[in-house]
């Protein structure tokens, strides 16, 4: 058995959790969740008031806030939801969809 944490590509049925279970906290850092994604949202800086309605929102925590202030997303762990545009009251984020 091996750890998320250890989870590679390649890896065989048998060699993962029972059950795909997590085994210990904080490997959700090491999973490129924003793989998810089919929209994606932009944070436009000249419009934004830092409010910051959209970061208590996020339930990935993809919103980053630095010497408290919101800067860009998290684009590694955003799923792409859309709720920080739809709280958004100044329009300073944008939601499409997302070429890969
Ligand atoms: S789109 Fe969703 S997951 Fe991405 S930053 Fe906004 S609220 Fe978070
Ligand atoms: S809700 Fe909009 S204006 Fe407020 S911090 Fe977030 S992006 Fe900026």
Redesign the pocket.
Known sequence: MIYVKDARLNQTWNEVSHGGIMLKGGTSLEVNTGDWRTFV?SWIEEKCKQCFLCFP????S??IIENGKRTD?DFKH????????KVCPFDAITFEKEDK
Do not use: N
């Open positions: 949202p929102v996020c339930a990935d993809s919103i997303f955003c799923k792409g939801c859309g709720v920080c545009y």
